[in-house]
């Protein structure tokens, strides 16, 4: 698993579970979202992002499928 800490206004960090193909977003405001079925090469794409915030907008959200973190698990970066 990889964990990065972003430089955004909404995002806090990300976390990426490469053989679950899982995508953790902690956001800023303290709620944690996984996303299933991400692939590798946008989790890339987030971290060399120029606004993290406005690509999850575009390119993660309402494109893959979303859960609340149940166990509001805690991640550091790497």
Known sequence: MRAIRLRSS????????????EL??????????IYSGV???VFDALKSAASAGAFFNQ????RFA???DPERRRFRPA
């Open 59 to 62: 390119c993660i959200k309402g």
């Open 39 to 41: 692939p590798r090469a």
């Open 10 to 21: 909404m995002i806090e960090r990300a976390l990426f579970d490469e053989g679950a193909q």
């Open 66 to 68: 979303c859960r609340p």
């Open 24 to 33: 953790t977003i902690c956001f800023k405001a303290g709620r944690k979202y």
